[in-house]
């Protein structure tokens, strides 16, 4: 599934998130790993072993720790480092010309040398096939890719993008074989031949087996002897049980706050941990721009005013998240307060009320919430029952919930059925330019029909051009202001992370933050 189009958020709350830190070590990395092998469960599916193919957060799990990029993300932090490279950089003024060189030495799983032209054919590949669950739609940008030698990589660019070192630095910039994988046709085999830390010995629908791999050389150091990870198909209860039972040491994306609570005062919780960590998963509710009532700025002005997130947060989600007034998540650059400068945390009936009068809405608003469970977790329709609750009690709308199988939510949406949505992102990298080209940019994938020419034309396009991103602050706050002033979505909240271990596992502290990698090379077993 496409993870910008179909929205493949973790439930937060629902889920114990997808998050991570890096493990950053030696040049050399390890070539084997010590202490005892890990097992984890989670709700995820994974989706794809080839990563021309997946678009998920349980493909991505798969593929950073089989796959090597020329990238990657240091322990906590958003800006990318040299992986299979040992160097790279923009080579001319323009952002439009990006080389790398790789290391000596790369060699895959299997014992085959890694060169430049695996890189240059595993992007080739990539954009050739263009599966519309794969993650050839970030790099519309990308031109041609040039392999002038085995070590040395060159990447032309269509227009300027500062952010592509991140975009390789993610699991779209996996490197596979060239002599294992077809360059017209996706993997069916269940199998992987990567040069990460980690084989991949075994996948099937009930697990997946990950072994040391000993020609791995870079960044990580592997503190452990292999991992099996075990799905439980969004069964949160068996996931629960096999936690409590001692059959996995991990249990991560998958427990509610309420399971999370349980395992805390339960019985066998003596030998069990909560580990949190923080997150850019993000949740807005989306309006429909054509609808006859949500399209009407007076009315989403109004729900801005009455939308009580810290009350939301409490009631449904247990304190695992956080009022989110931003379309770019605190802990990113760019970040501001936008909605919260201009609608409050507090709710206000008055001000809801003017804004509806002065638009020359005298009656009740009324209006449907639309949810899906399926894709965003159970709580999603509690959510949106309590803020259509809130809504109501101000006197000014009635409001209703209803709920549909994520397939026939998309068809919906994209067919301009639906006033008022709800919607979910994981970032594929941690820059503002995740958080906004792909919902305020040409081809917005929201389906809700909302474009600015101030973004789509100069906002958008010059911060993309600019390397240092800290000097994208004020126009990232400008797109963020109109964004706010206009309204076509409505930030919720933003996701902590967490995850529930047994005492004798360590590790999971580097496993849950913004950079969306989780790095099983971290993790140990006493």
């Known amino acids: ?9 973790l439930p937060i709350v629902a889920g114990l998130a997808s998050g991570l830190l890096t493990g950053c070590g030696s040049e050399n990395g390890s070539s084997g790993g010590s ?19 997946g678009y998920d957060p349980g493909s991505w799990l798969l593929f950073n720790n089989v796959f090597q990029s020329l990238l990657s993300f240091p322990k906590g932090g958003t800006d990318p480092e040299p992986d299979a490279a040992k160097e790279c950089t923009f080579t001319d003024t323009e952002t439009k010309v990006y080389q790398c060189t790789l290391k000596s030495g790369l060699k895959f799983s299997n014992g085959d040398s890694l060169t430049s032209e695996d890189v240059k054919f595993s992007f080739e590949r990539m954009l050739k096939i263009n599966d519309e669950s794969g993650p050839a739609i970030m790099f519309p940008m990308l031109d041609k890719v040039e392999a002038p030698d085995e070590h040395t990589v060159v990447f032309r660019l269509k227009v300027a ?12 910039g996996s490197i596979v074989d060239h002599k294992q994988y077809d360059a017209d046709g996706l993997r069916k085999d269940g199998k992987a031949v990567g040069s990460g830390p980690y084989k991949l010995e075994s996948f099937d629908e009930d697990q997946a087996v990950f072994s040391v791999n000993g020609n791995y050389k870079g960044n990580a150091q592997v503190k452990n002897s292999g ?6 198909k969004g069964d949160q209860a068996a996931l629960k049980k096999a936690l409590l039972d001692d059959k996995v040491d991990i249990a991560y994306r998958g427990l509610t706050a309420a399971d999370i609570t349980d395992v805390q005062h339960s019985a066998n919780s003596k030998d069990l941990d909560v580990v949190e960590g923080t997150s850019a998963e993000v949740q807005h509710l989306v309006f429909n721009m054509k609808d006859p009532v949500a399209g009407k700025l007076p009315v989403r002005k109004a729900i801005a005013y009455l939308i009580d997130r810290d009350a939301l947060i409490k009631d449904v989600y247990e304190g695992t998240a956080d009022p989110l007034y931003s379309i770019i998540p605190a802990g990113i650059t760019g970040h501001n307060t936008a909605f919260f400068d201009r609608y409050g945390a507090r709710p206000s009936a008055e001000k ?7 638009g020359g809405i005298t009656d009740k608003v009324k209006l ?8 965003y977790g159970p709580a999603t329709d509690q959510e949106l029952k309590t803020i259509a609750a809130q809504l109501n009690a101000s006197g000014l709308f009635d409001a209703d919930v209803k709920s549909v199988a994520f397939d026939q939510y998309e068809k919906d949406i994209e067919a301009g059925k639906y006033g008022v949505y709800v919607k979910g992102w994981v970032p594929d990298y941690p820059d503002a330019d995740n958080f906004t080209a792909p919902f305020f940019g040409d081809g917005n994938v929201l389906n809700n029909h909302y474009t600015n020419e101030t973004i789509t034309g100069t906002l958008i396009p010059r911060t993309a051009a600019v390397t240092d991103r800290a000097a994208t602050d004020k126009d990232y706050g400008q797109l963020q202001d109109i964004v706010a002033e206009q309204l076509p979505v409505l930030p919720v909240w933003q996701a902590k992370q ?4 047994r005492d004798a596992v360590y590790g999971l502290e580097y496993c849950l933050d913004a950079s969306t990698v989780f790095r099983f090379w971290e993790l140990s077993k006493g």
């Open 35 to 53: 202490g005892s092998s890990v097992v984890m469960g989670m709700s995820d599916d994974v989706l794809a072993t080839d990563p021309a193919s």
């Open 161 to 172: 993008d500062a952010t592509f070192p991140s975009k390789l630095a993610s699991g779209a």
């Open 227 to 232: 991992v099996t990870l075990k799905f439980f």
């Open 498 to 501: 967490y995850a529930v271990t």
């Open 352 to 358: 809801a009320e003017a804004a509806l009068r002065d």
């Open 368 to 375: 449907t919430l639309w949810s899906t469970p399926s894709r």
């Open 1 to 9: 599934m496409n993870k910008r189009t179909q929205w493949p958020v």
